[in-house]
Nanobody, 116 residues
Framework: QVQLVESGGGLVQPGGSLRLSCTTS????????MGWYRQASGKERLPIAS????????YFESAKDGRFFISRDVAKKTVYLQINSLKPEDTAVYYC?????????WGLGTQVTVSS
């Protein structure tokens, strides 16, 4: 069972930045990919970005405005999501995802609230 623990969420003012962290119990090279999703209240969970076992990065529609950056530290078994120029519409629960073959594993999520 792959365990994922997110951290780094919180309350931030519009225009601020956050770096979310997700630490896994597994060797990252045992996972096909790791990534981030977010789910706003009453809406579906949407992908933001992912990084493959080879380090290839994909950004999805939620991240096409250039404010999101995913990175990883293999030694620390951690994937990061840097979010810049935060907007109120970025308010959501941010979930870490790991994929092993066709199985998805999820963290419990970290709340990000953007408000003045």
């Amino acid at each position: 069972q792959v365990q994922l623990v997110e951290s780094g969420g919180g309350l931030v003012q519009p225009g601020g930045s956050l770096r979310l962290s997700c630490t896994t119990s597994e060797n990252i090279f045992n996972l096909n990919s790791m990534g981030w999703y977010r789910q706003a209240s009453g809406k579906e969970r949407l992908p933001i970005a992912s990084v493959s076992v080879r380090g290839l990065i994909d950004y999805f529609e939620s991240a096409k405005d250039g404010r999101f950056f995913i990175s990883r530290d293999v030694a620390k078994k951690t994937v990061y999501l840097q979010i810049n120029s935060l907007k109120p519409e970025d308010t959501a629960v941010y979930y870490c995802n790991a994929r092993v073959h066709r199985t998805d594993y999820w963290g419990l999520g970290t709340q990000v609230t953007v408000s003045s």
